[in-house]
């Protein structure tokens, strides 16, 4: 009997060894087509976004038409690592060229089930994990490139960075003709200012074959400039002349590991240059024909209406008592029109750009004065205000 007992958890033995063979037969059988990687990307702030949507804010593809990504895979049989986007790092650290990603359109996803296209397809490794990492847009006047810090470092290794030196913003204002909504858009042409963006570090295993979701945010700061007037001249015509925003640094560098939003004082990751590279630096609006009056207020409510002036990218700064804010306009009335200038320290409203931010200072032209209202929103998921006392210009 113990005989039969032995036979029989032999022979167990063998048909569990046999079921396992097959297992991994059946593994290195499969016959199912390799899964390229592909990608979904949104902006800071979105929680899910419409994937595909270059009209939907919460998407990338609204700003940006190109990003560069890094990506890395980790074996989990022997914990080699692979460099399978961007320039590879496994010989030599230091800052690398990063893989092209193009938004191919509105219309279904044609790159694997991606809206995102890039050359050489790339497979998902199910026995490795992988790291991404990303910037926009994707143009040779970005200086921003993904830095290493040793040979064979995964992405996101503490010491590797996002940097860029030098860097220097033209004054481009999105609002060349005044209207009454913010373009947020449109800071993405070569040779011009160009709306600098990071991705987060994301984690993937290589049996995830859903696209990677690349979120990114902004790392500028934006101003904006917005005059409205009062019920109490709504019977007259006012037009704005010149806006101008004045004795800001306009060349910057950039090394990412240094934001810290959370200390006190809260960090830069942006260090201004001591000299401008153009001393003319200037954030302007100008009149030209056929632009806008200021509108009258609401017809029952009389809110003021509003029409942004100025929409500039600025390097994240401190803002000294030499930085100036100038609105020169023209308020007629009848037969009579009458000029006026009027000039604010900036630092009256704002003590600092700083990164990821959007600020809006408002101004309300009246008939004895002009106020106005200061706030910041962040371009990822903080807020701040400030109140500014009413200024006469009388």
Not at 75 to 94: K, P, R
Not at 224 to 236: F, H, R, S, W, Y
Not at 309 to 315: A, G, K, P, R
Request: charged residues 20%; negative net charge; hydrophobic residues 35%.
């Amino acid at each position: 009997m113990k005989k039969s007992y032995l036979m029989l958890a032999a022979a167990a033995t063998i048909l569990a060894s046999c079921a396992q063979n097959e297992q991994i037969n059946s593994d290195l059988k499969d016959n199912t087509e390799p899964s390229v990687i592909g990608f979904s990307s949104f902006s800071e702030k979105a929680s899910k976004a419409d994937n595909g949507d270059n009209t939907n804010i919460l998407n990338l593809e609204y700003f940006h038409n190109k990003f560069a990504v890094y990506a890395t895979k980790q074996s989990q049989v022997d914990n080699s690592v692979e460099y399978v986007f961007g320039g590879s790092a496994a010989t030599a650290a230091g800052a690398k060229e990063g893989t092209v990603c193009t938004y191919t359109g509105n219309d279904n996803p044609t790159f694997y089930g991606s809206n995102w296209s890039y050359t050489d397809p790339r497979y998902w490794d199910k026995q490795a994990g992988y790291q991404f990492v990303a910037y926009a847009p994707a143009l040779a006047s970005n200086p921003l490139r993904y830095s290493y810090v040793a040979a064979g470092s995964l992405v996101g290794a503490a010491g590797n960075d996002f940097t860029a030196a030098d860097y220097v913003l033209t004054g481009k204002n999105l609002q060349a003709k005044a209207t009454a909504a913010a373009k947020n858009k449109g800071f993405n042409e070569n040779g011009q200012d160009l709306d600098l963006m990071t991705s987060e570090i994301q984690t993937q295993l290589g049996t995830n074959h859903a696209d990677v979701q690349l979120t990114f945010r902004h790392i500028l700061s934006k101003v904006n400039v917005l005059i409205g007037k009062t019920e109490n001249i709504d019977d007259a015509d006012v037009k704005i002349d010149e806006v101008t925003i004045t004795n800001l640094k306009d060349k910057g560098s950039y090394v990412e590991s240094s934001y810290d939003n959370n200390s006190t004082p809260r960090v830069s990751a942006w260090t201004p240059a001591v000299t401008n590279a153009n001393a003319d630096y200037i954030l302007k609006y100008e009149y030209s024909d056929g632009e806008p009056l200021l509108p009258h207020t609401a017809a029952t409510t009389k809110a003021v209406k509003y029409l942004y002036f100025i929409e500039s990218l600025v390097i994240p700064q401190e803002i000294t008592n030499a930085s100036k804010v100038t609105i020169k306009y023209h308020v007629t009335n009848g037969g009579n029109t009458e000029g006026f200038t009027y000039s604010m320290n900036l630092n009256d409203a704002f003590t600092e750009f700083f990164d990821r931010y959007n600020y809006n200072l408002i101004f309300t032209i009246g008939p004895s004065v002009i106020t106005f209202d200061a706030s910041a929103a962040a371009w990822a998921d903080e807020e701040y205000s400030t109140e500014i006392p009413y200024i006469s210009n009388n």
